[in-house]
């Protein structure tokens, strides 16, 4: 991969990232904090596909590797809410 494609992956991660938070009403940061949301929903989102038995949705496809934004953004969602889940257990409800 090159660098131009790594940054465009990182992009569409935050992207996927910040939708998912947003979907969800839990922001766990800035970019960094969506890109890392992103490729971690994007694992949770292809993993949960899979496991049912989904097809992808909506695929782009760079340098021969399919990036489902659908299921990231369901990924990413599904975590940023397990995040707010935790976060609300840990230090307790907002007054």
């Given at each position: ?49 899979g496991y049912v038995g989904l097809p992808p ?35 307790g409800p907002r007054r």
């Amino acid at each position: 991969m090159t660098p131009p494609e790594i940054l465009l992956i990182l992009l569409i991660a935050a992207i996927c990232g910040g939708i998912g938070q947003t979907m969800v009403g839990y922001s766990a940061g800035g970019c960094i904090s969506a890109i890392v949301v992103g490729i971690i929903g994007a694992y949770v989102g292809i993993w949960l596909a899979g496991y049912v038995g989904l097809p992808p949705i909506f695929t782009i496809t760079i340098s021969g590797n399919a990036f489902p934004i659908i299921w990231c953004i369901v990924g990413a969602a599904i975590f940023s809410a397990a995040l707010g889940l935790v976060n609300r257990l840990i230090v307790g409800p907002r007054r």
